[in-house]
């Protein structure tokens, strides 16, 4: 690991981890989402070793082994750490940085792995030099982010060159058709709701969703599936958590309505914001979560 560029840092004792508290003022972040994901993060802090490899595989089934193994990296936005932990399997070293309290469930979490630091910051204050990191990655953090194509250059500006960056975005349903578009435009309407409500309504709100709405459409994707009906499966909104648990779905389902913002990119307008901030050789996933890409620092 490499010493911190910025100074102005308090310690927290969170035993056995530290996590170093950086305080500088941010503008490129939006409050009221960071203490959402505080409280979000502090009710659902535990996954399993089996949660973490389901959901990680398909996150980083576009990172070569060998962008991974003895690395130093970065995780941006790491809320609970899980990815920090899928990662720190691999990699020499990871640091992790999050502005919301999920840093505290980060450091139960990350409690058995020595070689992961834990810091609260944000992207407008990443504590570390330019040209670090052999591998920087944000999963389901930017699109929460005012200002995303700004926050994307102030993760890549971390990467050294010849590095990567791994990001997911939400994707637009660009490759969905009239029914899932349909189902979106109402859901965010009602995500505008969710999102207003008291911690308590809002969590209870949302495992509703998850049991009223999620489960039976996985329930009927996992149907269709056994009777051989594959490609309808595929079709069926939220089948992709056919191969997720019920404590996945709750957090996601809380993640996807309780959350004042977020933003939604096409393929197209990734690929433009990852070449802006100076990347080449841009990979899309095209497997599920949409969209998920990779890029090399010039
Ligand atoms: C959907 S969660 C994703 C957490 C983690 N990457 C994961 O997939 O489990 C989004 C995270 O982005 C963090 N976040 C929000 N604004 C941020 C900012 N300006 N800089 C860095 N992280 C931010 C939130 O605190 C939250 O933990």
Redesign the pocket.
């Known amino acids: 690991m490499k010493p911190f560029k910025n100074v102005n840092y308090t310690v927290y004792d969170s035993s056995p981890k530290e996590i170093f508290v950086f305080h500088e003022d941010?503008q490129?972040?939006?409050e009221k989402?960071?203490a959402s994901?505080?409280d979000e993060?502090t009710t659902f802090s535990s996954f399993s070793d089996e949660e973490i490899k389901i959901a990680g595989d398909q996150y980083f089934d576009i990172v070569a082994d060998d962008l991974l193994n003895n690395k130093y990296v970065l995780?941006?936005?790491?809320?609970?750490g899980?990815?920090t932990k899928y990662v720190a399997e691999k990699a020499a070293f990871v640091e992790c940085?999050?502005?919301?309290d999920?840093v505290f469930s980060a450091a139960k979490l990350l409690k058995d792995c020595p070689n992961t630091r834990i810091s609260k910051a944000?992207?407008?204050n990443i504590p570390f030099e330019d040209d670090t990191f052999d591998l920087v990655f944000?999963?389901?953090?930017l699109h929460?982010?005012p200002d995303t194509l700004q926050?994307m250059k102030s993760c890549v500006k971390k990467v050294k060159p010849g590095g990567s960056f791994l990001v997911y975005l939400y994707y637009n349903f660009e490759n969905r058709g009239f029914l899932f578009k349909s189902l979106f435009f109402f859901s965010n309407i009602l995500r505008r709701f969710i999102s207003s409500l008291p911690k308590f309504f809002k969590t209870k709100t949302c495992w509703l969703i998850a049991v009223l709405v999620y489960m039976p459409f996985v329930l009927l994707s996992k149907g269709l599936r056994k009777i051989g009906l594959k490609k309808l499966a595929n079709k069926m909104p939220l089948s992709y958590y056919t191969s997720h648990s019920f404590n996945i779905i709750k957090n996601d389902a809380l993640?996807r309505f309780g959350?004042p913002l977020e933003q939604r990119f096409s393929r197209k307008e990734i690929t433009e914001m990852m070449v802006k901030s100076g990347l080449s050789e841009i990979i899309i996933s095209d497997n599920e979560p949409y969209w998920h890409a990779i890029g090399k620092r010039q």
């Open positions: 941010q490129n972040i939006d989402t960071v994901f505080g993060w995780d941006v936005g790491c809320g609970t899980r990815w940085i999050d502005p919301s999920a944000g992207v407008d944000s999963l389901g953090v929460h982010i926050a993640d959350t």
